[in-house]
């Protein structure tokens, strides 16, 4: 029992972090040093917290799937593509944004295959954590600061053209590198840069997050096989579970949010919690 509260609670965490650009994996990392499942094999942690996201791309699905789903089922849809023949079963604009999201996924998807271990040996850890965490927050307030009384070049997910959709992945391969990051938050940051205002580069990376979270999480599920304990398996669904309800909360509250306020009191944030990260992890490393 007290190892399925631990799930939900690692649930509640993703579910919160995912979305909102503060890095779940600076909290996950936290929350693992305070609460360690037990009973578990050695390589199920960094399974788990990667698996958990799928929770998260569920409540993407459900919250925008009018503006994700690329089939016209039904006849009023296919009047309004307004297309002939097997051509009008298409949504022709959500197949072209689905496009520029696997653009924007070519970065990341290349060099995660070929150097994901690397990545996780070299950077996975607490203190490279706290700087990522910490200098993506000083890029917030900059930004933010820069950005603040110009117009928006890309105002419509419409507007996002393929150069733009390549450019943001490769904002995202920076996430991808350096654990703590936060992959929304590097998005959001490399879309304000060029000119995407802040609703766009939101939804954006929301459908962004589907195929990336989508093959991040098989990755890691081939890698660590399929034998997994009653007991994992248990805490895996729990943990997915608690990860889909929470971001359907998360998900409604910040693009309500964004609608009004800027990014500045995540960057604040983040740097406060990076500090904490490396205190806590000096302090300890010492003791």
Request: charged share 15%; aromatic share 14%.
């Given at each position: 029992?007290?190892?399925v509260?631990?799930a939900i609670?690692?649930?509640?965490?993703e579910?919160?972090?995912?979305?909102?650009?503060?890095?779940?994996?600076?909290?996950l990392?936290?929350?693992?040093?305070?609460?360690?499942f037990?009973?578990?094999?050695?390589?199920f942690?960094g399974?788990?917290?990667?698996?958990?996201q799928?929770?998260?791309i569920?409540?993407?699905?459900?919250?925008f799937?009018?503006?994700?789903w690329?089939?016209?089922?039904?006849k009023?849809?296919r009047?309004?593509?307004?297309?002939?023949?097997?051509?009008?079963?298409?949504?022709?604009?959500i197949?072209?944004?689905?496009?520029k999201?696997l653009?924007?996924?070519v970065p990341?998807?290349?060099?995660g295959v070929?150097?994901?271990?690397v990545?996780?040996e070299?950077?996975?850890?607490p203190?490279?954590v706290?700087?990522?965490?910490?200098?993506?927050?000083?890029?917030?307030?900059?930004?933010?600061?820069?950005?603040?009384?110009?117009?928006?070049k890309?105002?419509a997910?419409?507007?996002?053209?393929?150069?733009?959709?390549?450019l943001?992945g490769?904002?995202?391969?920076?996430?991808a590198?350096?654990?703590?990051?936060?992959?929304?938050?590097?998005?959001?940051v490399?879309?304000l840069?060029?000119?995407?205002?802040?609703?766009?580069?939101?939804?954006?990376t929301?459908?962004?997050a589907?195929?990336v979270?989508?093959?991040?999480s098989?990755?890691k599920?081939?890698?660590f096989?399929f034998a997994?304990?009653?007991l994992?398996?248990l805490?895996?669904?729990?943990?997915t579970a608690?990860s889909?309800?929470?971001s359907?909360f998360?998900?409604?509250?910040?693009m309500?949010?964004i609608?009004?306020?800027?990014?500045?009191?995540?960057g604040w944030y983040?740097?406060?919690?990076?500090i904490?990260?490396?205190?806590?992890?000096?302090?300890?490393?010492?003791?």
């Amino acid at each position: 029992m007290l190892e399925v509260i631990k799930a939900i609670i690692y649930g509640i965490v993703e579910g919160i972090t995912e979305w909102l650009p503060i890095s779940s994996t600076g909290h996950l990392i936290l929350v693992e040093q305070l609460i360690p499942f037990e009973g578990t094999s050695t390589k199920f942690f960094g399974m788990f917290e990667v698996v958990i996201q799928l929770g998260a791309i569920l409540a993407v699905v459900v919250l925008f799937w009018n503006q994700i789903w690329p089939f016209a089922l039904t006849k009023r849809e296919r009047e309004k593509e307004g297309g002939k023949g097997i051509m009008a079963w298409f949504k022709k604009d959500i197949w072209i944004l689905w496009f520029k999201i696997l653009v924007s996924c070519v970065p990341a998807a290349i060099i995660g295959v070929l150097f994901d271990d690397v990545f996780d040996e070299l950077f996975y850890n607490p203190p490279c954590v706290a700087i990522a965490l910490a200098v993506f927050g000083v890029a917030f307030i900059l930004i933010e600061n820069w950005n603040k009384g110009r117009n928006c070049k890309v105002t419509a997910l419409s507007q996002i053209t393929y150069q733009t959709a390549l450019l943001i992945g490769v904002f995202q391969l920076i996430a991808a590198v350096f654990p703590g990051t936060s992959r929304s938050g590097a998005t959001i940051v490399g879309a304000l840069l060029i000119g995407v205002s802040r609703t766009v580069a939101a939804e954006y990376t929301f459908f962004l997050a589907i195929p990336v979270m989508f093959g991040a999480s098989l990755l890691k599920v081939v890698d660590f096989g399929f034998a997994f304990t009653r007991l994992e398996l248990l805490l895996l669904v729990i943990g997915t579970a608690v990860s889909f309800v929470i971001s359907l909360f998360v998900l409604r509250f910040l693009m309500g949010y964004i609608k009004k306020h800027d990014f500045k009191v995540f960057g604040w944030y983040r740097i406060v919690l990076g500090i904490v990260v490396l205190l806590y992890f000096g302090v300890f490393a010492k003791a």
